[in-house]
């Protein structure tokens, strides 16, 4: 493989800034790890590297041929597999290549702790370069070459690994901190001079009547006003150049925006899924002996290897004419139940943000749903008005979101919900999904997110059957 030439490749999306004149290298055997929050345009870079699509400026050139092999973050490829599945089926096959260059995207978004186990093993001995977009901890702690974190309309390239990136980082905020801290002292004793100024100028205006002494203290008070604006100008200008490289100094802050779902209030405490003796499946069982019983409060975890079954009982559950059932089986209503696929089948792609929830909350006026918009990091026109086929993984992950949160659901069924997010988001969805108040079953790999989010009990889909009890995922 020859290297790859980024030459001042610069991305735009409608008014949207994802980064400018960014200029790098692939050289052979490189291992890179792109990071940033949702909606940056790190799938799109994937894509402008390998020249599936071109760059609004800029230039990638290769010398010699490259072999790219290409992995998605959603594969929608093998429909009747498993994420985690469809995801080994494409690896494999970007890999039977024998490609110079592996690009994945969100890699381990579907995979269990095996698959993933065996996805890192197979990472860290790979031979070509490496070029990965990941929020998975676990991904973040190879050895990586080179980060490069794309924010406020810069691609920024550290060279070295996660680790040190991160301790530079923490770094730099702390002196952007500190910096700002100066600022707003230096403001706070220039505010207290001009105030110390306009009382000794008191007495003497009130001495001075003649037309002379006023033209001169006038024209003393225009100068003063004159050198304090300029000073307050740039103090503003300082403070507004400080928070915006705070913004882009690492890629962990706390999401300021906040946002709840609330579910129906429930007068009984009869359980609201009862299910005994039940079968489900399709031309062919897959989990048979089904016993479930969740009360209307009760956050209840789905676990299982890729494949068991866990998304065809979510499906059960929903009343899905392909899933066959047997069995005694006492759910709500599909119309009280919110469900986050794990592909987002909830959207439609030529829908904007703003139908999509208009469509699952029609009673909502236009100014109550981008009020919710709003909690949910959608906050301009643009946003609004941009349709479901161009927003990144993680923001169909907040609209789906908001369509649950706009329909007020009291049971939410949540297949891998931490896909695609970014750990901000992540973070913040975890403060929403401990305090909901509703019934909530939730598929997920990710140990540390249902412990963080307080379930109450576990259940396990192991070898066709559905138990009670705790798993490591």
């Known amino acids: 493989m020859s290297t790859i030439t980024l030459n001042n490749v610069s991305l735009y999306f409608n ?51 490259v072999t790219f092999g290409y992995v998605p973050q959603t594969v929608i490829d093998y429909p009747d597999l498993s994420g985690g599945q469809r995801f080994n089926k494409a690896l494999s096959q970007a890999l039977s290549n024998q490609p110079d260059v592996l690009l994945l995207d969100e890699p381990t978004n579907h995979l269990d702790a095996a698959n993933k186990k065996s996805l890192i093993k197979m990472l860290k001995s790979f031979k070509g370069a490496l070029v990965i977009v990941s929020h998975d901890p676990d991904v973040m702690q190879l050895d990586f070459d080179e980060i490069w974190h794309i924010a406020q309309g810069t691609v920024t390239i550290f060279k070295g690994d996660y680790n040190s990136y991160q301790q530079l980082s923490a770094q730099k905020e702390q002196q952007l901190i500190m910096q700002r801290e100066r600022l707003h002292k230096e403001k706070r004793l220039l505010a207290k001079a001009k105030q110390k100024e306009q009382e000794r100028a008191a007495p003497s205006r009130a001495a ?5 002494d006023k033209s001169l203290l006038s024209a003393m008070k225009e100068r003063g006003a004159q050198t304090a604006g300029k000073k307050s100008k740039k103090f503003a200008d300082i403070d507004k150049a400080i928070n915006t490289e705070l913004d882009a100094s690492f890629v962990h802050k ?4 906040s946002f709840s779902l609330n579910a129906q209030k429930l007068s009984s405490a009869k359980a609201i899924v009862s299910i005994t003796d039940g079968i489900c499946g399709y031309e062919k069982p897959i989990i048979n002996n089904i016993s479930l019983q969740i009360g209307p409060t009760e956050h209840i975890a789905l676990l299982g290897d890729n494949g068991s079954g866990k998304s065809t009982l979510l499906k059960a559950l929903l009343r ?3 899933v066959v059932t047997s069995g005694q089986w006492v759910m709500p209503p599909k119309s009280e139940i919110g469900y986050l696929d794990q592909h987002y089948a909830t959207l439609q ?7 999509a929830v208009q469509r699952v909350a029609p009673e909502k006026n236009d100014h109550e749903i981008r009020l919710l918009l709003h909690s949910f990091l959608f906050i301009k026109p643009e946003q609004w008005n941009k349709k479901v086929a161009y927003l990144s993984g993680g923001e169909k992950a907040r609209l789906s979101l908001a369509q649950i949160a706009a329909a007020n659901y009291y049971l939410l069924l949540l297949d891998e919900i931490t896909n695609n997010v ?12 401990k305090e909901y108040p509703g019934a909530m079953i939730i598929v997920s790999h990710d140990q540390a997110f249902l412990d963080a989010i307080a379930i109450d009990r576990t259940y396990v889909v192991e070898d066709g059957t559905l138990i009670l009890g705790t798993s490591n995922v």
């Open 15 to 65: 008014d949207k800034t994802c980064f400018e004149d960014f200029s790098a290298f692939i050289q052979p055997n490189a291992k890179i790890l792109i990071i940033g929050n949702n909606g940056a345009g790190k799938s799109t870079l994937l894509d402008i590297i390998q020249g599936i699509k071109g760059p609004c400026a800029g230039k990638v050139s290769y010398k010699g041929s």
């Open 208 to 212: 001075n009547r003649d037309e002379r």
């Open 254 to 257: 706390k999401i300021a925006a």
């Open 320 to 322: 899905n004419p392909s």
């Open 349 to 355: 792609p030529q829908e904007t943000v703003m139908q």
């Open 422 to 433: 970014d750990l901000d988001t992540k973070a913040h969805i975890i403060e929403v999904l």
